[in-house]
């Protein structure tokens, strides 16, 4: 199987999905990006026209329609080369999104396993009102699809409300929103980790210490993820952010309730991505139309974004997931409520676009893959939560894992055909969903009898 | 040791590690079918009757293997159609990747995978507090776990050779001999806790689809020795 990444259309058509808190503050990367689509603005402005105009219908092949009459034959020509390219690379880009996904459902899936917080019932969000602990499995399904349609609410009013904040230009709301989410995201979910696994392994810290530790881990964040920092240190922060959200998530959301929210969650994406008046879809194209990135920092990107003579950063944005609401927090923080998680949680979806960054073939090939944050903490919530609940351990856990990836070549493949922004979860949720319930229920006991007599097949 | 194979020849690919989660991708849906089967006829059948049970168990483990070849079959399908893809893709007319190489790969896919499902577990209580073997069962119940799951997966390396190279050249001859190579390893581990009616076979069984898959692969006595003296 080979999964191609595609030249996208739109710059940022970002596969928004629920991200963590952190938003990139779009200054530093704007800056660099602005620089280079300058230098070569007029191509690569027919070229993103064209590819605009090609994103907007919905079963658009790459490089379908062509817009304008200019520079039609060049760009098809262009647009060739830079697929055997793409396609060529193709293999790298998987494997670049590969490695952080595994490393983000790796820590996942370790402190699942060891810290025992995590799995413990505390309470729950705010956001998930109905309660789990009802006597018959009809109450409980009906309390968990309430739960979900709140859930879905609330992201979908999230969502539309970053997309207006951005289509009347008011920045620097959205920036001050990013910068408190991430904030909150670094000290205070931090600090809660560090306390958990600590006291897990019996190591005693003073708070001095603790407070030092803290805060270089959180300043260092916050620098590198709104601002620059070296790719690989943005990288590791954008990991660990992601995997504490999951984390969150999988502790406070009552069992069927998650179970319900991933899959709902892929519809919606689906949904807001590939559908005109989806406010991720408007969300990319009002990006598109105005040349500018994304929040770069709800996005993980896989390689820097300034290259020497870099073309048109074209973006095949993959999947979108929920924004990252911060505003939501903003929004919570005016009700306090009694578990501080409550007001963090579900704002910080941060629409994560993926797209790989395509140049000119004659320049030096600086491309990079983008995948969205809430990409990865609803797969690592996929998998967190079958380490943590399947009573086939292991085995579960894997079986999702591989499950996931699967998806996510496909996904990429897919996206190497139809050159437009993808949402990155319904597929490798889909596969995840189903093959947790079939190996939760039905390989798990077939595993444990031929184990029991150690057969081997 | 299998993980040591693929640290060596696989991560430096990225086309090679895709093609391996999508070997283990492959497996695990073949697992997941016979399971499925499996499940049925125990829920069908009454589960008191030990031999009954004993007896759908067999017929799990043997419908399993077949799925699993079949799978691998399937997997062989797709692979062929991606080389004619990456063929037409690349800008030298050849592929990046041989049919060979891919072979091998889909292999120990298939093996990794099926060895991570053995094992797994069973390492994970390893860790744990507990004395082997306590309510008279063997003792070596995790050295021979250990053992049988690597030679199972290096043994799905070479099937996965030798299948390839039998779809190749249509030899039906050598898929067969792979499928009951296969069942005849799955069937000496009924033999268990016997060890030695287990293991032993399927380290000959090992040995020979390793040299024959050697020599398929255009190895020779005279490269061996060449490359034993380090020349």
Not at chain 2, 145 to 166: N, Q
Request: aromatic content about 12%; overall charge neutral; charged content about 15%.
């Amino acid at each position: 199987m080979i999964t191609f990444m595609n030249n996208s259309d739109s710059e940022e058509e970002p596969c928004n999905e629920r991200t963590s808190l952190m938003s990139a503050e779009s200054p530093p990367v704007p800056s660099y990006q602005d620089g280079l689509q300058a230098s070569e603005a007029g191509e690569a402005q027919a070229h993103r026209k064209r590819r605009a105009g090609s994103g907007r219908s919905p079963n658009n092949i790459a490089g379908g329609e062509m817009s304008g009459s200019g520079v039609p034959v060049r760009e098809s020509a262009l647009e060739n080369e830079e697929e055997e390219l793409t396609l060529k690379y193709g293999a790298k880009h998987v494997i670049m999104l590969f490695v952080p996904v595994t490393l983000c459902m790796i820590v996942v899936v370790a402190t699942i396993k060891s810290v025992r917080f995590y799995t413990e019932k505390n309470g729950q969000l705010i956001y998930t009102p109905f309660s789990e602990d009802t006597p018959s499995v009809g109450q409980r399904l009906l309390n968990s699809v309430l739960n979900t349609i709140i859930m879905i609410s609330v992201i979908i009013v999230m969502t539309v409300f970053l997309v207006l904040l951005y289509k009347y230009r008011c920045y620097k709301f959205i920036h001050g929103w990013l910068i408190l989410s991430s904030l909150m995201l670094l000290f205070l979910f931090t600090y809660i980790y560090l306390g958990e696994v600590l006291k897990t392994y019996n190591v005693a810290m003073d708070y001095p210490t603790l407070f030092l530790v803290i805060w270089n881990f959180g300043a260092v964040g916050m620098i590198c993820i709104h601002w620059k920092g070296p790719l690989q240190l943005q990288q590791a922060y954008l990991i660990m952010i992601s995997a504490l959200m999951a984390l969150v998530f999988i502790k406070y959301l009552p069992e069927w309730s998650a179970w319900v929210i991933l899959g709902a969650i892929s519809i919606y994406d689906l949904m807001a991505v590939l559908c005109p008046k989806g406010p991720l879809r408007m969300l990319v194209e009002t990006a598109q139309e105005r040349n500018e990135p994304i929040f770069p920092a709800l996005i993980y990107s896989s390689a820097m974004m300034w290259t020497v003579g870099m073309a048109k950063p074209d973006t095949a944005a993959r999947g979108p997931s929920q924004p990252t609401w911060d505003a939501a927090e903003d929004g919570r923080e005016h009700h306090r409520s009694p578990s501080h998680t409550d007001s963090q949680m579900s704002e910080t979806r941060s629409p994560v676009p993926s797209r790989p960054i395509t140049l000119e073939e004659l320049e030096e090939e600086e491309r990079g893959v983008k995948l969205g944050l809430g990409d990865f903490i609803f797969y690592s919530v996929l998998v967190g939560k079958a380490a943590a609940t399947a009573s086939g351990d292991w085995n579960t856990t894997l079986a999702c894992f591989v499950a996931i990836l699967i998806g996510l070549c496909l996904t990429l493949l897919l996206l190497a055909v139809f050159k437009k922004a993808l949402p990155a979860l319904p597929i490798s949720i889909t596969f995840g969903l189903i093959f947790y319930f079939s190996t939760d229920n039905l390989v798990r006991p077939f595993m444990d009898t031929l184990a029991s007599h150690q057969l081997y097949i | 040791p299998a993980f040591g194979l693929f640290l060596f020849t696989i991560a430096r690919d990225p086309l090679r590690i895709i093609i391996l989660i999508a070997g283990a991708f492959f497996w695990l849906v073949s697992l997941l079918l016979s399971s499925l089967i499996w499940f049925i006829a125990v829920k069908a059948s009454d589960p008191r009757d030990e031999r009954l049970q004993k007896g759908l168990l067999i017929f799990g483990v043997m419908f399993s293997v077949l799925l699993q070849e079949a799978f691998r079959f399937l997997y062989y399908k797709l692979l062929r159609k991606a080389i004619e893809g990456l063929v037409a893709l690349s800008e030298d007319g050849c592929s990046p990747i041989s049919i060979q190489q891919m072979a091998y790969v889909a292999g120990v896919g298939f093996g990794l995978m099926s060895g991570a499902f053995s094992m797994i577990n069973l390492l994970a209580d390893a860790l744990g507090p507990g004395t082997v073997g306590i309510h008279g069962d063997s003792q070596l119940y995790f050295l021979t776990s250990a053992f049988m799951t690597m030679v199972l997966i290096f043994l799905h390396t070479f099937w996965g050779i030798l299948f390839f190279h039998g779809c190749e050249h249509r030899r039906w001859w050598e898929i067969t001999a792979v499928v009951v190579m296969h069942l005849t390893v799955s069937g000496s581990s009924f033999c268990n806790p016997l060890y030695v009616g287990s293991l032993v076979p399927s380290y000959l069984l090992m040995a020979a689809a390793a040299a024959w898959a050697y020599l398929l692969s255009g190895g020779s006595a005279q490269n061996l020795r060449r490359f034993l003296l380090c020349k």
